[in-house]
């Protein structure tokens, strides 16, 4: 039998390109790979990167930078580059980085076997093509290794609305959607595995229009072709765009139980003005009905969202109208980031606000939301969740889990095991996370 040999992936960005570094590493076992937690004994490299801000994309070359001991010690060391950044630069890598032998884009992991024997033939490998087959097809099946609780799973990728801002739609290319007959063999073979909760992943996961048996099925539809897979117990989803909020989805956040009650659902910004320059295609008033009906259908339904201060022409009066959307809504949990300039968007050409103002914009911002979510979570104290657990916490008879509003709780002496779900009772609530018992 040959030689194992060692992968090491590294992984940066949204929960896609965690799903995409598994499927890699599936792939890559074809070829005698095996992964490796570290990259000091690794055969190959890869990071699977992202291009959303300019930091994110310029930590690729620090860390690129840092893997050149690695390469002069072992000469035979495949360094290769997956992801948004890859497909957003190409070849650019490997001028300003020529140990890099692999550069792959999002859409061309199912030729990574074959890039990788062209690199061991001492050859440069690079493919960002947006090919027509299916590279989740092409990828191997996941091995029939047991796995932890909760899995992600992709059911679509690109996106089709250029926000002003953002790079996605040139790096991951336009809206594709995944047959559900595929998807459900993939989620039916995940809970043989282990898995008792699945979220469902796209860029924009609510636009997904799969081919179904007679006819596309709507992300609604899917999730009730999933409710009716046995052990599989719980179902998430995201991104969604407030756009694609169809009734039916809407609908089944009251009624189908396996749909848990927590939704992400980015904004961006508060402002009429802030929300046409960036293409979002919705506005303020639009976006707080849907929230409103949202609750109607689930009132007790978690929200979480993403924020841009500073985006090009924002005011301190719109950015004022950005948290009073934010005092309106009462988010659960958010992500906020000041705008960063991306070559090729149309934001690009635009003059930036003061750093400084946006700067300070961002903090006022984060202290709204760590108060609404400390709130929340405070909120949560005397009541009873349901939390799946999914590792052992840090003391002895200690197990740590998650609710259906994807708060971290801990559970002591109650001899559970990892993938049980169970009734708890809030007792406390912490900086990061919850205390319960189990009733
Ligand atoms: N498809 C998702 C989000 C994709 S990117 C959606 O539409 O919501 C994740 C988040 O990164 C975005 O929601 C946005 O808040 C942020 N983001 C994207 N481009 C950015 C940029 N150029 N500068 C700062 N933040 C950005
Ligand atoms: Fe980017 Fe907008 Fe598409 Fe989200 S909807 S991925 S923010 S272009
Ligand atoms: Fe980043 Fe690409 Fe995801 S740019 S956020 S890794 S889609």
Same mark, same amino acid.
């Given at each position: 039998?040959?030689?194992?040999?060692?992968?090491?992936i590294?992984?940066? $960005?949204?929960?896609?390109?965690?799903?995409d570094?598994?499927?890699?590493?599936e792939?890559?076992?074809? /070829? $005698?790979?095996?992964?490796?937690?570290?990259?000091?004994?690794?055969?190959?490299?890869?990071?699977?990167?992202?291009? @959303?801000r =300019?930091?994110?994309?310029?930590?690729?070359?620090?860390? #690129?930078?840092?893997?050149?001991?690695?390469?002069s010690?072992?000469? *035979?060391?495949?360094?290769?580059?997956?992801g948004?950044?890859?497909?957003?630069?190409? =070849? =650019? @890598?490997?001028r300003r980085?020529?140990m890099?032998?692999?550069?792959?884009?999002?859409?061309?992991?199912?030729?990574?076997?074959?890039?990788?024997?062209?690199?061991?033939?001492?050859? !440069?490998?690079?493919?960002?093509?947006?090919p027509?087959?299916?590279?989740?097809?092409?990828?191997?099946?996941r091995?029939?290794?047991?796995?932890?609780?909760?899995?992600?799973?992709?059911?679509?990728?690109?996106?089709?609305?250029?926000?002003?801002?953002?790079?996605?739609?040139?790096?991951?290319?336009?809206?594709?959607s995944r047959?559900?007959d595929r998807?459900?063999?993939?989620?039916?073979d995940?809970?043989?595995?282990?898995?008792?909760?699945?979220?469902? #992943?796209?860029?924009?996961?609510?636009a997904?229009?799969?081919?179904?048996? /007679?006819?596309?099925?709507?992300?609604?539809?899917?999730?009730?072709q999933?409710d009716?897979?046995? $052990?599989?117990?719980?179902?998430?989803?995201?991104t969604?765009?407030?756009?694609?909020?169809?009734?039916?989805? @809407?609908?089944?956040?009251?009624?189908?139980?396996?749909?848990?009650?927590y #939704?992400?659902?980015?904004?961006?910004?508060?402002?009429?003005?802030? #929300? !046409?320059?960036?293409?979002?295609?919705?506005?303020?008033?639009?976006?707080?009905?849907?929230?409103?009906r @949202?609750?109607?259908?689930?009132?007790?339904?978690l929200?979480?969202g993403?924020?841009?201060? $500073?985006?090009?022409?924002e005011? =301190?009066?719109?950015?004022?109208?950005?948290?009073?959307?934010?005092?309106e809504?009462?988010?659960?949990?958010?992500?906020?980031?000041?705008y960063?300039?991306?070559?090729?968007?149309?934001?690009?050409?635009?003059?930036?606000?003061d750093?400084?103002?946006?700067?300070?914009?961002?903090?006022?911002?984060?202290?709204?939301?760590?108060?609404q979510?400390?709130?929340?979570q *405070?909120?949560?104290?005397?009541r009873?969740?349901?939390?799946?657990?999914?590792?052992?916490?840090?003391?002895?008879?200690?197990?740590?889990?998650?609710?259906?509003?994807?708060?971290?709780?801990?559970?002591a002496?109650?001899?559970?095991?990892?993938?049980?779900?169970?009734?708890?009772?809030i007792?406390?609530?912490?900086?990061?996370?919850?205390?319960?018992?189990?009733?």
């Open positions: 039998m040959a030689e194992t040999k060692k992968l090491y590294k992984t940066y $960005g949204c929960q896609m390109n965690v799903y570094s598994e499927r890699m590493a792939a890559m076992g074809g /070829s $005698g790979y095996e992964v490796t937690e570290t990259p000091d004994d690794a055969d190959m490299i890869l990071l699977n990167t992202c291009h @959303i =300019e930091k994110a994309a310029e930590k690729v070359y620090s860390d #690129l930078g840092r893997l050149k001991p690695f390469k010690e072992n000469p *035979n060391l495949k360094i290769g580059v997956a948004c950044v890859a497909q957003a630069e190409g =070849e =650019e @890598i490997m980085q020529p890099v032998d692999i550069v792959v884009g999002p859409q061309s992991y199912h030729r990574l076997p074959e890039m990788e024997a062209k690199a061991q033939a001492g050859e !440069k490998a690079l493919d960002t093509d947006f027509e087959e299916d590279k989740f097809e092409k990828l191997k099946l091995p029939k290794a047991k796995r932890a609780p909760a899995a992600f799973l992709t059911v679509q990728e690109g996106c089709d609305k250029f926000c002003a801002f953002c790079v996605v739609p040139y790096t991951r290319g336009a809206e594709v047959p559900v998807i459900l063999t993939e989620a039916r995940l809970v043989e595995r282990g898995v008792r909760e699945i979220t469902l #992943l796209g860029q924009n996961v609510n997904y229009h799969g081919a179904g048996p /007679s006819g596309d099925m709507t992300l609604a539809q899917l999730i009730w999933l009716k897979v046995d $052990g599989l117990e719980r179902i998430r989803f995201t969604s765009h407030p756009n694609d909020m169809m009734d039916d989805l @809407i609908e089944a956040h009251g009624t189908c139980s396996k749909l848990m009650p #939704l992400h659902l980015p904004v961006q910004s508060g402002s009429n003005k802030i #929300l !046409k320059r960036m293409n979002r295609s919705h506005d303020r008033d639009s976006y707080l009905r849907l929230i409103e @949202i609750r109607e259908a689930r009132p007790d339904i929200l979480s993403d924020f841009i201060v $500073g985006f090009p022409e005011t =301190e009066e719109d950015f004022q109208d950005t948290m009073s959307l934010i005092q809504v009462q988010y659960g949990q958010a992500y906020s980031f000041k960063s300039s991306r070559p090729g968007t149309p934001a690009a050409e635009r003059a930036l606000v750093e400084a103002a946006a700067t300070d914009r961002l903090h006022r911002l984060q202290a709204l939301i760590t108060q979510q400390r709130d929340i *405070n909120s949560m104290v005397g009873d969740v349901s939390v799946m657990f999914e590792k052992p916490g840090r003391f002895d008879d200690q197990m740590v889990g998650k609710s259906e509003y994807l708060h971290a709780v801990h559970v002496g109650s001899g559970a095991k990892v993938g049980d779900i169970a009734k708890v009772r007792v406390e609530s912490g900086t990061n996370s919850l205390k319960g018992e189990c009733i």
